[in-house]
Protein backbone atom coordinates (compact mmCIF):
# COMPACT_ATOMS: atom_id res chain seq x y z
CA UNK A 1 0.00 0.00 0.00
CA UNK A 2 1.30 3.61 0.67
CA UNK A 3 4.32 4.53 2.70
CA UNK A 4 6.74 2.10 4.10
CA UNK A 5 6.75 -1.16 4.78
CA UNK A 6 6.97 -2.01 8.63
CA UNK A 7 10.27 -3.57 8.42
CA UNK A 8 11.40 -1.24 6.62
CA UNK A 9 10.89 1.23 9.53
CA UNK A 10 11.79 -1.23 12.01
CA UNK A 11 15.51 -1.40 10.41
CA UNK A 12 15.53 2.81 9.98
CA UNK A 13 14.87 3.35 13.55
CA UNK A 14 17.18 0.78 14.58
CA UNK A 15 14.98 -1.71 16.30
CA UNK A 16 15.23 -4.41 13.05
CA UNK A 17 18.65 -6.03 13.30
CA UNK A 18 22.18 -5.37 13.49
CA UNK A 19 22.22 -3.08 10.47
CA UNK A 20 19.61 -0.23 11.67
CA UNK A 21 21.21 -0.47 15.85
CA UNK A 22 24.02 1.93 14.56
CA UNK A 23 21.67 4.39 12.04
CA UNK A 24 22.56 7.84 13.37
CA UNK A 25 20.09 9.50 12.26
CA UNK A 26 17.40 7.68 14.41
CA UNK A 27 19.98 7.66 17.68
CA UNK A 28 20.44 11.57 17.62
CA UNK A 29 16.22 11.86 17.50
CA UNK A 30 16.25 9.30 20.60
CA UNK A 31 18.97 11.11 21.77
CA UNK A 32 17.16 14.34 21.54
CA UNK A 33 13.65 13.15 22.71
CA UNK A 34 15.51 11.61 25.91
CA UNK A 35 17.40 15.14 26.73
CA UNK A 36 13.66 16.84 26.52
CA UNK A 37 12.07 14.72 28.70
CA UNK A 38 14.60 15.05 31.41
CA UNK A 39 14.53 18.66 31.00
CA UNK A 40 11.37 18.67 31.63
CA UNK A 41 11.46 16.36 34.67
CA UNK A 42 13.88 18.82 35.99
CA UNK A 43 11.73 21.29 36.12
CA UNK A 44 9.61 19.41 38.22
CA UNK A 45 11.66 19.37 41.39
CA UNK A 46 14.11 21.97 43.21
CA UNK A 47 15.38 22.72 46.35
CA UNK A 48 14.88 25.29 48.32
CA UNK A 49 17.18 25.04 50.91
CA UNK A 50 14.64 26.05 53.77
CA UNK A 51 10.46 25.88 54.49
CA UNK A 52 10.40 29.59 56.45
CA UNK A 53 8.02 32.37 55.09
CA UNK A 54 10.50 35.10 53.68
CA UNK A 55 9.23 37.86 56.33
CA UNK A 56 11.21 35.83 58.74
CA UNK A 57 14.19 37.58 59.65
CA UNK A 58 15.20 36.70 63.33
CA UNK A 59 14.66 34.25 65.99
CA UNK A 60 14.36 34.12 69.64
CA UNK A 61 15.52 30.76 71.03
CA UNK A 62 14.22 30.06 74.74
CA UNK A 63 16.66 28.36 77.18
CA UNK A 64 15.22 24.64 77.33
CA UNK A 65 12.48 24.12 80.18
CA UNK A 66 13.70 21.28 81.88
CA UNK A 67 11.52 18.90 83.81
CA UNK A 68 13.83 15.47 84.55
CA UNK A 69 16.47 15.30 86.47
CA UNK A 70 19.13 15.58 84.45
CA UNK A 71 20.37 18.86 85.16
CA UNK A 72 23.05 19.67 82.14
CA UNK A 73 20.56 18.66 79.22
CA UNK A 74 18.57 21.42 78.79
CA UNK A 75 21.63 24.17 78.30
CA UNK A 76 23.40 21.16 75.80
CA UNK A 77 19.95 20.97 73.92
CA UNK A 78 19.61 25.11 73.91
CA UNK A 79 23.20 25.61 72.81
CA UNK A 80 22.46 22.26 70.28
CA UNK A 81 19.70 24.56 68.53
CA UNK A 82 21.27 27.79 68.86
CA UNK A 83 23.77 26.49 66.61
CA UNK A 84 21.70 24.73 64.68
CA UNK A 85 19.94 27.91 64.00
CA UNK A 86 22.97 29.42 63.19
CA UNK A 87 24.41 27.36 60.51
CA UNK A 88 21.31 26.21 58.84
CA UNK A 89 18.80 28.96 58.38
CA UNK A 90 19.32 32.77 57.92
CA UNK A 91 17.39 33.96 60.81
CA UNK A 92 19.66 35.92 62.87
CA UNK A 93 19.28 34.89 67.10
CA UNK A 94 17.83 37.84 69.35
CA UNK A 95 17.46 37.55 73.15
CA UNK A 96 14.12 39.79 73.04
CA UNK A 97 10.97 39.92 70.34
CA UNK A 98 11.69 38.26 67.03
CA UNK A 99 10.33 37.46 64.33
CA UNK A 100 10.11 33.69 64.97
CA UNK A 101 10.17 31.71 68.43
CA UNK A 102 11.33 28.35 69.55
CA UNK A 103 9.92 26.93 72.91
CA UNK A 104 11.43 23.82 74.04
CA UNK A 105 10.41 21.76 77.19
CA UNK A 106 12.64 18.86 77.65
CA UNK A 107 9.98 16.11 79.01
CA UNK A 108 11.62 12.88 79.60
CA UNK A 109 15.26 11.39 80.35
CA UNK A 110 15.51 7.72 80.38
CA UNK A 111 18.58 5.33 80.57
CA UNK A 112 18.40 1.43 80.54
CA UNK A 113 19.98 -1.72 79.40
CA UNK A 114 20.81 -2.28 75.43
CA UNK A 115 22.89 -5.70 75.42
CA UNK A 116 23.82 -8.11 78.23
CA UNK A 117 26.80 -10.41 78.46
CA UNK A 118 25.15 -13.18 80.56
CA UNK A 119 24.23 -11.44 83.72
CA UNK A 120 26.35 -8.14 82.84
CA UNK A 121 24.99 -4.93 81.39
CA UNK A 122 27.46 -4.13 78.40
CA UNK A 123 25.69 -1.10 77.21
CA UNK A 124 23.03 1.09 77.78
CA UNK A 125 20.96 3.65 75.49
CA UNK A 126 19.83 7.07 76.61
CA UNK A 127 16.76 8.23 75.39
CA UNK A 128 15.43 12.15 75.37
CA UNK A 129 11.87 13.15 74.58
CA UNK A 130 11.50 17.24 74.42
CA UNK A 131 7.82 19.26 72.99
CA UNK A 132 8.63 21.93 70.39
CA UNK A 133 6.53 24.74 69.51
CA UNK A 134 8.62 26.86 66.74
CA UNK A 135 6.11 29.98 65.94
CA UNK A 136 5.82 32.54 63.63
CA UNK A 137 5.06 35.47 65.93
CA UNK A 138 4.42 38.16 62.69
CA UNK A 139 1.45 36.31 61.75
CA UNK A 140 0.72 34.20 64.62
CA UNK A 141 0.91 30.63 62.76
CA UNK A 142 2.53 27.81 64.37
CA UNK A 143 6.03 26.46 61.83
CA UNK A 144 6.25 23.49 64.09
CA UNK A 145 4.69 21.74 67.06
CA UNK A 146 5.70 17.93 68.34
CA UNK A 147 4.94 16.98 71.72
CA UNK A 148 7.12 13.73 71.12
CA UNK A 149 10.34 14.88 69.49
CA UNK A 150 12.97 11.75 70.33
CA UNK A 151 16.79 11.48 70.65
CA UNK A 152 18.60 8.47 71.97
CA UNK A 153 22.01 7.39 72.32
CA UNK A 154 24.02 4.52 72.98
CA UNK A 155 26.99 3.54 75.13
CA UNK A 156 29.42 0.70 75.81
CA UNK A 157 30.98 0.54 78.93
CA UNK A 158 33.52 -2.29 77.90
CA UNK A 159 35.29 0.34 75.26
CA UNK A 160 35.36 3.16 77.88
CA UNK A 161 32.11 4.86 76.83
CA UNK A 162 30.35 6.60 79.65
CA UNK A 163 26.44 8.16 80.07
CA UNK A 164 28.18 11.86 78.64
CA UNK A 165 28.63 9.87 75.46
CA UNK A 166 25.04 8.55 74.83
CA UNK A 167 23.88 11.93 76.43
CA UNK A 168 25.87 13.50 73.37
CA UNK A 169 24.37 11.94 70.82
CA UNK A 170 20.77 11.62 72.26
CA UNK A 171 20.99 15.72 72.16
CA UNK A 172 22.88 15.51 68.72
CA UNK A 173 19.63 13.35 67.81
CA UNK A 174 17.16 15.57 69.10
CA UNK A 175 18.07 18.75 67.30
CA UNK A 176 18.95 17.27 63.95
CA UNK A 177 14.88 16.66 63.90
CA UNK A 178 14.28 19.61 65.49
CA UNK A 179 16.31 21.64 63.08
CA UNK A 180 15.02 19.10 59.94
CA UNK A 181 10.73 19.86 60.68
CA UNK A 182 11.79 23.22 61.26
CA UNK A 183 14.38 25.19 59.42
CA UNK A 184 14.97 22.65 56.56
CA UNK A 185 12.94 21.63 53.57
CA UNK A 186 12.76 19.87 50.57
Wanted: negative net charge; proline residues 3%; aromatic residues 6%.
Amino acid sequence: MFGPKAEDTAVACGTGGAAGFYNLPCMSIRLTLLACALLALAGCYSFSGTTLPAHLRTVRIDPVVNKTLESSLADQITQGLEEGFRSRSNLRRVNEGGDAELITVLTDYSQRPQTTSGATVTSYRVDILASIRFIDRVKGDTLYSDDRVPGFGLYAIDRGETEETAKKQAVDGLVKVVLDNSVSGW
